[in-house]
Nanobody, 124 residues
Framework: QVQLVESGGGLVQAGGSLTLSCIAS????????MAWFRQAPGKERELVAG????????FYRDSVKGRFTISRDTAEKAIYLQMSTLQPEDTAVYYC?????????????????WGQGTQVTVSS
């Protein structure tokens, strides 16, 4: 069993930066694929970025490429999402997710554990 807790969200002006953290408890994340999703009001939850269990492969949705960076710590207890040049359309609740089967991309149903989410609001 894995428990995930996100932090680092907040209110930022357009062009600003935030770094989200997702801390795991219960087990290490060593064999899990990990990802960040987001959900804006009235919209479906969407994959933002993912990272493979071995740190080798990453995925980014097109709209965040070059602005967001996903990483995981070597102790395998946390993942991060560095966000820069934030835009109002990045406003959403951001969730981290873990996949026992090693998925780091794909729909939400491929992920087994979720955090409670952290709000990111970007003002124009």
């Amino acid at each position: 069993q894995v428990q995930l807790v996100e932090s680092g969200g907040g209110l930022v002006q357009a062009g600003g930066s935030l770094t989200l953290s997702c801390i795991a408890s219960g087990r290490t994340l060593r064999t899990y694929g990990m990802a960040w999703f987001r959900q804006a009001p009235g919209k479906e939850r969407e994959l933002v970025a993912g990272i493979s269990w071995n740190h080798v492969s990453t995925f980014y949705r097109d709209s965040v490429k070059g602005r967001f960076t996903i990483s995981r710590d070597t102790a395998e207890k946390a993942i991060y999402l560095q966000m820069s040049t934030l835009q109002p359309e990045d406003t959403a609740v951001y969730y981290c997710a873990a996949s026992q089967r090693g998925y780091y991309t794909g729909p939400p149903g491929q992920f087994d554990y979720w955090g409670q989410g952290t709000q990111v609001t970007v003002s124009s």
